[in-house]
């Protein structure tokens, strides 16, 4: 389609190298102080490293509860385990999407000795009346998730919402999430439609891409303005970047490390059923 406004950048962000988990390195894209802006999203790490010491201890045994998680392997083996009973492999392409609701105890443990690892994880906030809804786990193998490719030989992988007329793999209402993972030939063009009402940005993984006049290369975030009805993405070479849009939810964020509620209160309360053995 074509858009008849692009949205512009807003900003610029780098992201801040950090550890997680038993040391795995990442770089954290999307941090607290982007939260408001960019609700209903609450945090984006990146990581990629073909380095088995950057990323081989994993994230061990840990605790969520009040949002969603969704993560997406461009490269590498993903064991997961929860305390519900879930367990499955994220590989290549694939993505895992889990709602952590009430609470959830998992594990993310590489699943491979060497060679390239690669993806992110997206947090996903949950309104207030689902902050406590029953946990839900899923993988999608890359083989299901919806691709669209145009005239131009721009490939969309549709990983939540909707774009060029197909459903992604992932619905939700209240947030509405769109998560597509676009590739670019150089010099190719693509509009995407977005809802005036969300929330949006892209993050460059591969190449470099044109909106406007603003450049954002590799390894960078843009956050899109909220004016216009898409966005338009031009290619500086080959590139490759994923564009979330979300609709704000415009509640309380209180966040407690892995626990992201309403207010203080609540956040107590979860660290108290924690300790004390209720999580699931």
Known sequence: MNIKHSRSIEQLVTGVATSDGAGVKLTRVLTGKLQRRLDPFLMLDAFGSDNPDDYIAGFPDHPHRGFETVTYMLAGRMRHRDNAGHEGLLDNGGVQWMTAGRGVIHSEIPEQEDGIMEGFQLWLNLPAKNKMTAP???DFPSAAIPEHVTQDNVTIRVIAGRACGIEGAVMRED???????IHLPADATFDAA????????IYVY????????TQVGAQRMGILSNTGDGVRLTANGNTRLILIAGRPLNEPIVQYGPFVMNTQEEIHQALNDFRNDRFA
């Open 194 to 201: 977005i809802p005036a009402t969300h929330n949006a940005f």
């Open 175 to 181: 947030t509405e999430p769109m998560y597509l993972d």
């Open 206 to 213: 591969r190449g470099e891409v044109s909106v406007g006049d």
């Open 136 to 138: 839900w786990y899923r």
